[in-house]
């Protein structure tokens, strides 16, 4: 069962891999794409500690959570935890850069 979880939470990240696509009237797709590689680079500063805090946990209790088969589950659940964040950084990121979420 757990593995079951574990895998049904990898199959709905993958569902969410896509990169969105911003939009800024008169800028061209070359900058778009610079300024959002700017912010995902902010993104991932910003979250870098929380990434090393929850890689130390893992090291920790990892065997622990092997042993009680929540190991999957759990490394998802931080997963996406850490991409939800991050994708939060970046969308305040590009509409403070005077973006819009394009379709």
């Not at 778009?32 to 990434?51: F, V």
């Not at 805090?53 to 759990?74: C, E, H, P, V, Y």
Request: aromatic fraction near 4%; charge should be positive.
């Amino acid at each position: 069962m757990t593995r079951l979880l574990a895998l049904a939470a990898v199959i709905c990240l993958a569902g969410c891999a896509g990169e969105p696509q911003w939009t800024k009237q008169g800028v061209s797709p070359q900058r778009a794409a610079s300024d959002y590689a700017d912010c995902r680079g902010q993104a991932q500063e910003a979250t870098r500690r929380d990434a090393n805090i929850q890689a130390d946990i893992l090291a920790s209790r990892g065997r622990d959570w092997s042993q009680t088969q929540t190991l999957g589950a759990r490394q998802a659940l931080s997963a996406n935890e850490g991409k939800k964040q991050s994708d939060d950084l970046v969308k305040s990121c590009m509409i403070a850069k005077g973006y819009a979420p394009g379709e």
